[in-house]
């Protein structure tokens, strides 16, 4: 059963628009997220995270929303540019020092010139 | 070098073959992680090694054997593999601390083939 899903296998938008990425999570006890790009032939880089006392973290033209009620978070790009266009992995864990990340599949961004 | 290294980037090799992936981490963290990566399937969590001990082994066959001499080297033992091994097998270091979170720091993988 996954624990964290990315209904959304991908995502096309145009340069200078909104990307907005979804994950779901269904197990209670995770309470840091965190979001990750991958490039081809490259491996994840650590993008953005949030902790689950906080609604909401920016970075630039990154941010990222918790909504702990409905267990759900989105990463938000705006503007988006081409060099944004990769695969976007949501990942969460929970106090208790296993440092065990659970990550979705994964949701592949292209932004359109 | 800097960051999380791995080496071979690819790699192909029989059912019968032995084979090591080797993963170096140049970032002085404290714990260091195997993942698989299958077509159109999460990141699998494969082993954990915090401070050098083996922390977690998520029901992995024992046919991978991991091995950390130490807290910036990691290997992946590969033995009589099957064809549906065949995977991109990610490296990641972090540095593990009693509260707090750490993100953490992948390689860019090795793509395993078993023939």
């Known amino acids: 059963d996954q624990q964290v899903k990315q209904n959304s296998p991908s995502l096309s938008v145009q340069e200078g628009r909104i990307s907005i990425l979804n994950c779901d999570y269904t197990?209670?006890?995770?309470?840091?997220f965190l979001w990750y790009k991958k490039y081809p032939a490259e491996g994840p880089t650590f993008l953005i995270s949030?902790?689950?006392?906080?609604d909401k973290n920016e970075d630039g033209r990154f941010t990222v929303f918790l909504n702990k009620s409905a267990k759900h978070l989105s990463l938000h790009i705006v503007p988006s540019q081409p060099g944004d266009s990769a695969v976007y992995f949501c990942?969460?864990?929970?106090?208790?020092?296993?440092?065990?990340?659970?990550f979705g599949k994964g949701t592949k961004l292209t932004v359109n010139p | 070098e800097t960051g999380v290294t791995q080496t071979p980037r690819h790699l192909v090799m029989g059912m019968t073959n032995k084979k090591s992936l080797k993963c170096e981490q140049h970032?002085?963290?404290?714990?260091m992680y195997w993942y698989k990566q299958s077509a159109k399937k999460p990141l699998e969590l494969m082993f954990v090694?915090?401070?050098?001990?083996?922390?977690e082994n998520n029901s992995v066959p024992s046919r991978f054997s991991p091995e950390c001499p130490n807290s910036s080297h990691l290997f992946l033992h590969l033995h009589t593999l099957q064809p549906e091994d065949s995977a991109l097998y990610l490296c990641?270091?972090?540095?593990?601390?009693?509260?707090?979170?750490?993100?953490?720091?992948f390689g860019p993988g090795t793509r395993l083939t078993v023939l």
């Open positions: 949030i902790s689950s006392i906080k």
């Open positions: 970032l002085g963290h404290n714990a």
């Open positions: 990641a270091s972090s540095q593990v601390r009693t509260s707090g979170y750490n993100e953490q720091f």
């Open positions: 990942a969460a864990t929970s106090q208790g020092g296993s440092e065990k990340l659970v």
């Open positions: 197990n209670s006890m995770f309470d840091y």
């Open positions: 090694y915090s401070l050098e001990e083996r922390v």
